[in-house]
């Protein structure tokens, strides 16, 4: 019985200190991009992006998914495709480079 609970304390280690290295939450500055001003990362898997469109600032909700280094952000039903690289969201001509703060 004893060795059953320190198996499942010992998952539970592992699976929090997995969940802290891949932690991608945060306010990324974008650089390179076509829109992109900044992206910020919360709980519950939502996304907000601020972006500057025809010369208005604009700021939209969506979600976004993490699947290894492969971050997808959808607002308004759009899909956008980064990859995380240390401090970085590079989201390639469309999305530019989006450093953490």
Known sequence: M???????????????????CS????????????????????????ATVTGNVFGSIQQKV????????NVTITVGGQSTPFVHKGKVLDGGELGGQCTAQ
């Open 2 to 20: 004893k060795i059953k609970y320190v198996g499942l304390l010992g998952l539970a280690v592992l699976a929090l200190v997995l969940n802290g």
């Open 23 to 46: 932690n991608i939450k945060g306010t990324y500055n974008c650089k390179g991009g076509i829109f992109l001003q900044s992206i910020t990362l919360e709980s519950g898997d939502k």
């Open 62 to 69: 969506g979600t976004y998914a993490v699947d290894g280094d």
